[in-house]
DNA sequence: CGATCGTGTGAGAATGGTTCTCATGACCAG
DNA sequence: CTGGTCATGAGAACCATTCTCACACGATCG
């Protein structure tokens, strides 16, 4: 086996600003939306650059990648270390939470059904505070 | 308030299919896996009617969804009560599992930032036995 | 048993998110 | 400064899913 052969990773304009968007932002957006975003504040960029660049992100695990009810992907910017998510389903608000138990867990049942190589998924979804009915009667 | 004026639902040759089907399998499999396999065993049924007949049969809580990590979604025949899956990335084998704990943390950790209509979403992801590399030294 | 109403079906078109293509532009090492 | 390589962008291509709409069929009632 050779050296894995991962191309340089060059900076430019758009990857920048794609990641200053995400640094401004606590929530997950979906590509479609940080794209309108960019160009909105002028820092036009196009649509399959912000694509590319999120995947990037994602595979430096500098950022998360959540998949909506719809199969649309969200991306935010989140710390390195396993977490997990709180996410408000109406503005999107996030707030990451870690859960020790759950990880044991997870090893072990996978271990008792002969599974390995084990990863596990878990986001927990409500209204925040802000969102809730009754701080405004949305409908 | 009046009636939630729910169509009647009917039992059709497709309809039926498509949950024999999903009866026979032990794994999550994608719509388009579904038709395919009712197209071979000559039970065929239009891609479209297959959408809606496992919408419907989601909406009854007869089966669950998952979506893979392309966000495409799949389907399996699952028990009514909540529970969580243990998948095999490799054939889509899947276990059900329950975690009580983690329902608990998952209402708590809510109420704590001030969360309401909490939902969470957990499923733990591995390589089972039969799909092991050692098996058989596939690919 | 047979008419009737309303739901289900299917082929194909439409939708919409994501990826690909490829000619052109921009980093950055030398 | 210059070159080679990677990045960009506009639009096409892709593909899962949904929509459209004319027609078929299930259930119910007479």
């Known amino acids: ?5 991962v191309p340089v990773r060059r900076q430019t304009r758009q990857r920048t600003a794609v990641l200053a968007l995400l640094d401004e932002l606590d929530g997950f957006r979906t590509a479609q939306d940080l794209h309108a975003l960019l160009r909105e504040r ?5 649509l399959a650059t912000v694509y590319r660049a999120l ?7 500098l950022v998360d990648v959540l998949r909506s009810e719809d199969g649309e ?3 935010r910017r989140c710390s390195p270390v396993h977490h ?3 996410v408000c389903r109406s503005c999107g608000l996030t707030v990451e939470v ?4 759950v990880e ?5 049942v996978a271990a008792e059904h002969g599974f390995a190589d084990v990863q596990h998924q878990l986001e927990v979804f409500g209204t925040c505070r802000s969102c809730a009915p009754g701080a405004a009667a949305q409908r």
């Open 1 to 5: 086996m050779s050296a894995p052969e």
């Open 42 to 46: 002028g820092d036009a960029v196009g």
């Open 55 to 61: 995947q990037a992100l994602v595979d430096d695990g």
């Open 73 to 75: 992907a969200a991306y």
């Open 84 to 86: 997990h998510h709180l």
């Open 98 to 101: 870690a859960d020790p138990p």
């Open 104 to 108: 044991r867990w997870a090893a072990r």
